[in-house]
Structures are given as C-alpha cells and as structure tokens.
C-alpha cells in the first residue's frame, strides 16, 4: 500500500528550527524527485524546494532560500526538510510530494507537483512572534 507521511511539525518561537520528515512506503523511493510545499489558510499552494532523486540536485523557493534545506536518504525512504531562522509568515500546513519538478522561472525556480504526484497528508507548522 503506497504511504506518504510527514512528521515534525510543531509550534516553535520566531528564529527558531523544525526538522521535517516524510516518509514513503509502496514506492520506489529513489525513484522520485521529490518536494515540499505549504499552504496557508486562505493561500494558493507554494512549492518550496525540490530534490532530485539522486540527491545531487536541488533547487528553493526564494522564500526559503538560505533558511531550509531539503535531503534525502534513499536507503531509507526518507525526505527531510530542515528549518532555520523561522518567521511567523512560515505558519502553514506542509507537504511533501513524489514526483515533482522544478522551473527556472528567470532568476528564481518554481517547484511544481506532477499532476499524478504521490501526496502526504501534511504536518502544521506554527510559528509564534
């Protein structure tokens, strides 16, 4: 049964760090570019960063660029998504997703999802001024 689980989220103070995790089962893992997106209330969708199935490759949202970075373990099926200097602006729910890609968009990358992308069901982040 293929699963997509992210954990890790929490209420953290302003400055602050999370470590997020998502974790697959059912797919081939290292098969995937994967992401991760957030979304407020009231707000579109917003990719935030993007790996490329070897690890190798990875480009970020210029809103998090600098402060999050994304990796993976391939041997253990594992996306990650480190948070730093966090702002109260970051409070969303978060997503990762397999089987995303990432755009060039003149001077700063758009990180979509496939349409027939592999979803979790999100972790909340909420961070307090």
């Known amino acids: 049964q293929l699963q997509v689980v992210e954990s890790g989220g929490g209420l953290v103070q302003t400055g602050g760090s999370l470590r997020l995790s998502c974790t697959t089962a059912?797919?081939?893992?290292?098969?995937?570019?994967m992401g991760w997106f957030r979304q407020a209330p009231g707000k579109e969708r917003e990719g935030l960063s993007f790996i490329a199935w070897s690890g190798g490759l990875t480009y970020y949202a210029g809103s998090v660029k600098g402060r999050f970075t994304i990796s993976r373990d391939n041997a253990e099926n594992t996306l990650y998504l480190q948070m730093n200097s966090l702002k109260p602006e970051d409070t969303a729910m978060y997503y990762c997703a397999a089987g995303c890609s990432a755009y060039d968009s003149g001077g700063y990358y758009s990180i979509v999802a496939h349409e027939l992308a592999h979803w979790g069901q999100g972790t909340q982040v909420t961070v307090s001024s």
């Open positions: 059912g797919l081939t893992f290292s098969n995937y570019n």
